[in-house]
Structures are given as C-alpha cells and as structure tokens.
C-alpha cells in the first residue's frame, strides 16, 4: 500500500487535530519530502509529537519511514494525477542528502585515519569491485592519481581469482561491497589473509564478511530504503571516498590542499 492510501485508509479514524495533519499533507506533499520535522510541525500549527503518532497511525514506525515512503513513492513514478505536479528532482536530492549526513553517524574518523594509514605504509594495494561497485573501485583508483598515490582497481572476477598468488605481506586489499554476500569475497578474503594480506571492507550491509577482514567501514544503505532497484549506494560510497582520499592525502602529503578538484 504507498503513502497515498495509507493516509485514505485511516480517514474515517482521525481526531480534528489529525485530519487537520491529513489534509495538509495531502495538499503539500512535496514540502513534507523536502522540509525537516521541526519545520512541518510550524508550517502545520502542530508539534513534532503529533506529526509522528499520526505517522505510526498509519503504520510507520515514525516520521523518518512515512518521509523516505513517501520519497520513494514519489521518485518511482507511480503518481495519482492530483500529484503530478511534485517536484520530482527535490525529492531525490532531499533522499540522498539525508543518506549521505548519516555517514557521520555510521563512520568513526578513527577507523578511517587507520585505514588510510593502513593504505599509504602497503607496499601494493589492490582494489577489488563487481558491476556497479567496480565503479567505486575506479573511482577510488582514480582520485588517488590526484595526490601520487598509486594503486590498482580490478573489477573482473577472473582476474581477482589470479591475483591471489601474487599477493604477499605488506600488500592491502580492498574491496567494495554494498550486499557483502558474494562467495568469491569470502574465499578470497581467507587465501590471502593466509599469506599475511591485510583486507579492508566497505560496505552498506552488516554481515559476517566484515568479521573476516582486518578493517572495515559500515555506510548507511539507501538501496535499503526502497523496495526497487532505482536508488544507488554508489553515492554514498563516492562521498565515502572523498573522505578516505582528505585523510590519505594528509599523510602522503602532509596537507589536504594537495587534493586537485
């Protein structure tokens, strides 16, 4: 059931206070997309705690669930004809930039200055990436080439498979993953680790993989909070990387200003 009739549904249950939180809503709906909490409550005549019962009313477990819902219903397409005119690119920004705050949320800047020290005493480091974390892996590659600090992305299974050999102590692997469930991670992760390999993992899912690496940084998911395919995690993974490259390039350069925009 999308937001829409979601907020139908309950109609014939609401308060006067909630009905006057329905009919706003279904006039504004844009604004409730794009607006924090706070914001609504003002532009309502209502407060925070009431915004968020109504939400679980209507059987979200708050505001923040009935928001992204209601994004997401907005983002797909699947719009009743008195909506056709919501703002479609404003929803879709408001998503990922809410996804994208909460990195600091899920990130330790201790883990990160670890890793990056971790990458700038290895002596080759190797980035691993499949379909469309390959293209984080390039990404990663290729901002490295701003502040010298070289590094190879490999984003074909076969080729993973035949690096493993040449692979020895003093070398780092790190590999992009946002579900963290792909077998061939699993046993690459164990054969060089048996040869004194130290693996890195930065994913948008918490599973057993992250137990099997020496480091790891966990990043929030907006695939996660859409049934669909049509919001990426590589977005959250090529902000990840800006941060990673500010930190490495402080300790290869001795400066942040060495990183070229």
Same mark, same amino acid.
């Given at each position: 059931?999308?937001?829409?009739?979601?907020?139908?549904?309950?109609?014939?249950?609401?308060? $006067?206070?909630?009905?006057?939180?329905?009919?706003?809503i $279904?006039?504004?709906? *844009?604004?409730?997309?794009?607006?924090?909490?706070?914001?609504?409550?003002d +532009?309502?005549?209502?407060?925070?705690?009431?915004?968020?019962?109504?939400s679980?009313?209507?059987?979200?477990?708050?505001?923040?669930?009935?928001?992204? +819902?209601? =994004?997401?219903?907005?983002?797909? %397409?699947?719009?009743?004809?008195?909506?056709?005119?919501?703002?479609?690119?404003?929803?879709?920004?408001?998503?990922? *930039?809410?996804?994208?705050?909460?990195?600091?949320?899920?990130?330790?800047?201790?883990?990160?200055?670890i890793?990056?020290?971790v990458?700038?005493?290895?002596?080759?480091?190797?980035?691993?990436?499949?379909?469309? !974390?390959?293209? =984080?892996?390039?990404?990663?590659?290729?901002?490295?080439?701003?502040?010298?600090?070289?590094?190879? *992305?490999?984003?074909?299974?076969?080729?993973?498979?035949?690096?493993?050999?040449?692979?020895?102590?003093?070398?780092?692997?790190?590999?992009?993953t946002?579900?963290?469930?792909?077998?061939?991670?699993?046993?690459?992760?164990?054969?060089?680790? $048996?040869?004194?390999?130290?693996?890195?993992?930065?994913?948008?899912?918490?599973?057993?993989?992250? $137990?099997?690496?020496?480091?790891?940084?966990?990043?929030?998911?907006?695939?996660? *909070? =859409? !049934?669909?395919?049509?919001?990426?995690?590589?977005?959250?993974?090529?902000?990840?990387?800006?941060?990673?490259?500010?930190?490495?390039?402080?300790?290869?350069? %001795?400066?942040?200003?060495?990183?070229?925009?």
């Amino acid at each position: 059931m999308n937001p829409f009739d979601r907020l139908d549904c309950y109609k014939n249950s609401y308060t $006067k206070s909630e009905k006057i939180i329905y009919e706003w809503i $279904k006039k504004n709906p *844009a604004l409730v997309v794009r607006d924090n909490i706070e914001t609504l409550a003002d +532009e309502i005549s209502t407060s925070k705690a009431a915004i968020i019962r109504f939400s679980k009313k209507i059987g979200y477990s708050g505001f923040a669930e009935f928001k992204f +819902e209601l =994004s997401r219903y907005i983002i797909s %397409g699947v719009r009743e004809i008195e909506n056709e005119n919501m703002d479609i690119a404003r929803s879709i920004t408001s998503l990922y *930039a809410g996804y994208i705050k909460q990195i600091n949320d899920f990130i330790d800047l201790k883990d990160v200055k670890i890793i990056a020290k971790v990458l700038s005493n290895a002596r080759h480091v190797k980035i691993l990436g499949k379909n469309r !974390t390959g293209l =984080s892996a390039l990404q990663l590659r290729y901002r490295f080439t701003k502040i010298g600090f070289d590094a190879e *992305a490999i984003t074909d299974a076969i080729l993973m498979d035949q690096m493993l050999e040449s692979l020895t102590k003093g070398d780092v692997v790190l590999i992009f993953t946002t579900r963290a469930v792909d077998i061939q991670y699993y046993n690459l992760i164990k054969n060089v680790s $048996k040869n004194g390999v130290t693996t890195i993992v930065v994913t948008c899912a918490e599973t057993d993989l992250m $137990k099997k690496t020496h480091y790891h940084i966990l990043l929030p998911s907006i695939e996660n *909070a =859409s !049934t669909s395919s049509f919001l990426d995690n590589q977005t959250i993974m090529f902000v990840f990387i800006e941060i990673l490259l500010a930190e490495l390039a402080f300790i290869v350069n %001795g400066n942040y200003h060495s990183i070229q925009k």
